[in-house]
């Protein structure tokens, strides 16, 4: 598949780039997307919630009354769960919800992602650039000027740039990683992919 490389004025650079087809051309694979944002989604939980249970309560272990004859309930401790204040039954404990997944797994569940976003024709590729300062303003032309459109955008980079990044921090609609960071769950979110030139080699070189 051939593109057009676009210069941050929105208009045609003259040059033409070949998308690689083991990478933005096969056959998705349903599945392996699926596997690969419950994974990424999952290790993003940190499992600390914690509450304490009655073992764990300070409360005074007196009995509350005699056993029999007071016309209720039996009651032992201030600690169970049915007393304000008392510990909680079931509740959650710190857990590890991380899991694995196979590398070959997680390649085919990116490049499929990349192939619907060819087949959606939701690709863009602009030429490199720099900015000399942090300007979110600038950075919002730029995306407009691409017909990027305002929700969801991935703007990925083939190294990290400060001054990009900070231009893009205060735009809700906008996300600026470097292809490093580049993942299933970001390219499934995303509208629209705007890839800086060079990046695809990097990722069809990564693919061998």
Known sequence: MKLPVYKIDGTESGKKIDLAEDVFGIEPNDHAIYLDVVQYLAN??????????????????????????????????????????????????????????????????????????????AIVVVEPFAMDAPKTKEFAQILTNLKAGDRNVLFVLPKNSDNIFLSSRNLPYAD?????????????????????????????????
């Open 44 to 121: 993003q939980r940190h499992g600390n919630a914690k509450t304490k249970d009655r073992s764990e309560i300070a409360h005074s272990t007196k009995k509350l009354g005699r056993q029999k004859g007071g016309g209720g309930a039996r009651h032992g401790s201030l600690k169970a769960n049915i007393f304000v204040g008392g510990g909680r039954v079931f509740g959650p404990v710190p857990r590890f919800y991380h899991n694995k997944l196979n590398k070959k797994v997680k390649s085919l569940a990116r490049c499929s992602a990349l192939s619907y976003k060819a087949q959606d024709k």
């Open 176 to 208: 600026v990683i470097t292809v490093d960071e580049i993942n299933t769950y970001a390219i499934v979110k995303a509208n629209t992919l705007v890839m800086v030139d060079g990046v695809q080699d990097i990722l069809a070189e990564r693919k061998k």
